[in-house]
């Protein structure tokens, strides 16, 4: 199965200010998805940013931007200008071949913007 | 364009008995999921869907059951209820051509508890 790891449960940060999450993940595929959804009380999955393996540019979404390094399978994401709507809990998902495209979810983690 | 429609959104059951949620998608997409979300976590594959008439497991099968006799639909069949069951369900669909490859559209979410 693939592990999709991140290691922050709880992040805190100002509104403003800028927050990054971090996201690791284990596979020996070379084309594949990465994912950030963004789970908010309403309990809703939100699409926040995609990217493709094979792609190399980090993909933006107006404040939200992903450091997709492919050799250190890494795939964190910054959220800029936070705002109090940003506080949610946000999962970073796999999806690729080997795991016969069935989307793989980290542990989360829960995001809280302060005013 | 309704997207991903789950019902019901809450319901309560007791132990022992069954029920069905249902899962439907106008958006034509060959991949559907069931999931489910414990309390602070991550979401858990239950079953999933490549097509109308073919069905596999996830990582969370037991006590569960689906079919898929249409593209369109995905019901999940809870036989038997248990406390451990109590939990939110996400109905997914994807489809792995053109735009959007990749990418799960999330129902709502149905609360389960069983007392």
């Known amino acids: 199965a693939q592990t999709v790891t991140q290691s922050q449960p709880e992040m805190s940060v100002q509104e403003a200010e800028t927050v990054t999450l971090s996201c690791t993940y284990d596979?020996?595929?070379?084309?594949?998805?990465l994912f950030w959804y963004k789970q908010p009380p309403s309990r809703q999955m939100i699409l926040v940013i995609r990217?493709?393996?094979?792609?190399?540019q980090n993909a933006t979404e107006n404040r939200f931007s992903v450091n997709f390094q492919k050799a250190a399978k890494s795939f964190s994401l910054k959220i800029s200008d936070s705002q109090l709507g940003d506080t949610a809990m946000y999962f970073c998902a796999f999806i690729g071949r080997s795991n016969d495209y069935k989307l793989s979810f980290g542990a989360g983690t829960t995001v809280t913007v302060r005013a | 364009n309704a997207g991903v429609t789950q019902t019901p959104k809450f319901r309560i059951l007791k132990i022992g008995q069954s029920m069905t949620l249902q899962c439907t998608q106008d958006?034509?997409?060959?991949?559907m999921y069931w999931y489910r979300q414990d309390p602070g976590m991550g979401l858990k594959l239950i079953y999933y869907s490549v097509g109308a008439g073919i069905t596999d497991k996830g990582e969370v099968p037991n006590g569960y059951n689906v079919s898929r006799s249409t593209t369109e639909d995905f019901p999940l069949r809870l036989e038997l209820a248990a406390p451990s069951q109590t939990s939110v369900y996400f109905c997914?669909?994807?489809?792995?051509?053109?735009?959007?490859?990749?990418?799960?559209?999330f129902g709502e979410g149905s609360r389960l508890t069983v007392l």
């Open positions: 958006m034509n997409h060959n991949y």
């Open positions: 596979t020996s595929e070379s084309n594949y998805y």
């Open positions: 997914a669909s994807s489809k792995w051509t053109g735009v959007n490859t990749g990418e799960l559209f």
């Open positions: 990217q493709e393996a094979y792609k190399q």
